[in-house]
């Protein structure tokens, strides 16, 4: 699956995107992966309240499953407008 | 209903004028439009605006969609623009349109609230000091809940 950062997490993990191959069956389970990759991503990820998820382009929570899903994307608080 | 996200600048009244065009039912039209504003110290050198595309288009729509169903509404544009922005620069804007003026005005107050957090734009301020991601405010999380 594809894996997009933004905003401040996109310069903390040090990349826009990235192809994954993942087990993970939900957005949580991906997180503790991605977690203990490196230490960049567990700074990332230190505080999921600070973070918000997108699957395939609309708004989702960390305990949604990712089955069938093709892009996966993290990034803080939205501030548009 | 016209979404545009964009990076090029966009003609407030050119847009406004066009998107009153060919409505005979229309007896309201209310049109808000955001700024760049600079901070209280006057350091602000530009506002970089990223985004998510693709999200970004869906996302808006959504929301327009959304307006339409809950207010009676003719139509509905939104223009956001993403990239490098300098004081004074006109951001983004919305427009609405309806046979009376509540639902017109009451839609594009609803479509801003929205806009402030349920569209995928993140902002960065550059300033004399560096550059700082701009932090989302607690009362645009709450202002959801009037709807």
């Given at each position: 699956m594809q894996v997009l950062y933004f905003a401040w997490v996109r310069e903390r993990i040090g990349l826009p995107k990235e192809t994954l191959e993942s087990s993970a069956s939900t957005v949580m389970e991906l997180v503790e992966e991605l977690r203990a990759r490196e230490e960049r991503y567990a700074v990332a990820f230190?505080?999921?309240?600070?973070l918000r998820v997108a699957l395939d382009q609309d708004l989702s929570d960390f305990?949604?499953?990712?089955?069938?899903?093709r892009e996966v994307a993290f990034f803080p608080p939205m501030t548009g407008g | 209903m016209r979404i545009l996200v964009q990076s090029d600048p966009f003609d407030v009244a050119a847009e406004t004028e066009g998107f009153a065009q060919?409505?005979?039912?229309?007896?309201a039209l209310v049109s808000f439009t955001g700024i760049v504003r600079n901070n209280d110290a006057g350091t602000l050198k530009s506002m970089q605006i990223e985004h998510y595309p693709g999200m970004t288009e869906k996302a808006l729509a959504k929301i327009a969609t959304e307006a339409q169903s809950r207010w009676d509404l003719q139509d509905v544009l939104v223009i956001h623009r993403h990239g490098d922005l300098v004081p004074g620069e006109k951001i983004m804007m919305v427009a609405t349109a309806a046979r009376h003026r509540k639902a017109a005005f009451e839609a594009a107050d609803y479509l801003m609230d929205y806009l402030k957090s349920r569209a995928p734009f993140w902002k960065r301020e550059i300033t004399s000091d560096g550059a700082e991601w701009v932090a989302a405010k607690e009362d645009d999380e709450e202002a959801l809940n009037r709807w």
């Open positions: 230190s505080d999921l309240s600070a305990d949604a499953s990712l089955e069938g899903v | 060919g409505h005979e039912n229309v007896g």
